[in-house]
């Protein structure tokens, strides 16, 4: 194979891979297909190949994918608990070379998070599912999203800001950063990976094989994230209610939460143990391979402060 040129994608109309079939599509190097139910009405831009299958049969879903060189896997957490498999093994039965699992955050082979961080932990089985079962993965580690995980929608329960309640928990001091990826740097960063060639000198896709290829947008503490919406916001500290508490302190009150039945405590661990002072979350980027520029900040951050004030 001499490149990557038909990719398919599960999951093409969300926040995610959405994105990437944008960023696909401007290389004008791939042939994009969005597989979907056959009852599905998402829409998609023009460039784009859709692909109606019944997901319950195993044969439809590997006469889809026969032929292509790449599957992209990003699933709702709503959706079966048996369909990530499922999908592995038609890809694996039609021959598609490589599979990216629905892996997307931290680093799935750093030993101590896929160990002590729920979603890492998750992430690195799917990979290894891909791997047990005779397939090919390549992983995408993009820290958090910055639009969705960082403080937009799921408010303190994930990096501690609430922007409509103006308040602010500060894990520790809120100095120590981590690292985070915009959805469009996640769209640029496949398409950069596989305009990249297949095989041959580096870089090539076949690089990760069995790995994850890694980036990010931003390197943020919490404090520049708040400062950051201070400037954006054109107001101060003395606006926000602000707290502060100690990030392994906050992982158990996620957990606990979750034994009583309240599952936002999933997010509430899983962000604040990304933040411990050891740095086990911290990762070398390919960026610079990849040709890939950090972004704006405050730019980023006017586009949160935006769409959470209109929802």
């Known amino acids: 194979m001499s490149g990557i040129k038909k990719v398919a994608i599960v999951g093409a109309a969300g926040n995610l891979a959405s994105h990437c079939v944008t960023e696909l599509l ?6 994009v297909t969005a597989i979907v139910r056959t009852e599905s009405t998402s829409t998609f831009p023009d ?18 994918l026969r032929g292509q060189d790449f599957l992209m896997i990003t699933l709702a957490p709503a959706a079966p608990p048996d369909l990530h498999t499922r999908l592995v093994r038609a890809a694996i039965a039609a021959g598609v070379p490589y599979i990216m699992p629905n892996a997307y955050g931290y680093d799935v082979t750093n030993a101590t998070l896929a160990k002590q961080e729920m979603y890492t932990g998750m992430s690195w ?31 303190d329960n994930s990096f501690g800001i609430d922007i409509k309640k103006r308040t602010v928990t500060f894990f520790d001091e809120g100095t ?16 950069a990976l596989l305009s990249l060639p ?12 069995n790995a ?4 990010d947008s931003f390197d943020l503490s919490q404090r520049d994230m708040l400062d950051s919406l201070n400037r954006v916001m054109r107001i101060g500290d003395g606006d926000w209610d602000i707290k502060y508490v100690k990030a392994e302190d906050r992982v158990n009150e996620g957990l606990e ?10 997010a509430k661990a899983m962000y604040s143990r990304v933040f411990y002072k050891s740095g086990d979350s911290v990762y070398e980027t390919s960026n610079e391979v990849l040709g890939l520029e950090r972004e704006v900040l405050d730019e980023q951050t006017k586009s949160i402060v935006d769409a959470v004030l209109k929802a």
Do not use: I
Request: proline share 1%; with cysteine; charged share 20%.
């Open 257 to 266: 939460a979750m034994k009583g039945g309240d599952m936002s405590g999933f």
């Open 125 to 155: 089985q799917k990979c290894k599912e891909v791997e047990e079962l005779g397939g090919t993965w390549v992983g995408m580690t993009c820290g958090c999203w910055y639009e969705w995980h960082a403080f937009a929608f799921l408010g």
């Open 26 to 31: 401007k290389t004008g190097k791939h042939t």
């Open 212 to 215: 994850s290829f890694k980036f």
């Open 176 to 191: 120590t950063k981590v690292q985070v990826s915009t959805w469009k740097q996640c769209g640029r960063a496949l398409a």
């Open 198 to 209: 297949e095989s041959g000198s580096s870089p090539a896709v076949a690089d990760w094989k």
């Open 47 to 64: 460039g784009v190949l859709v692909s109606r299958v019944d997901f319950n049969s195993s044969t439809a879903l590997e006469s889809t």
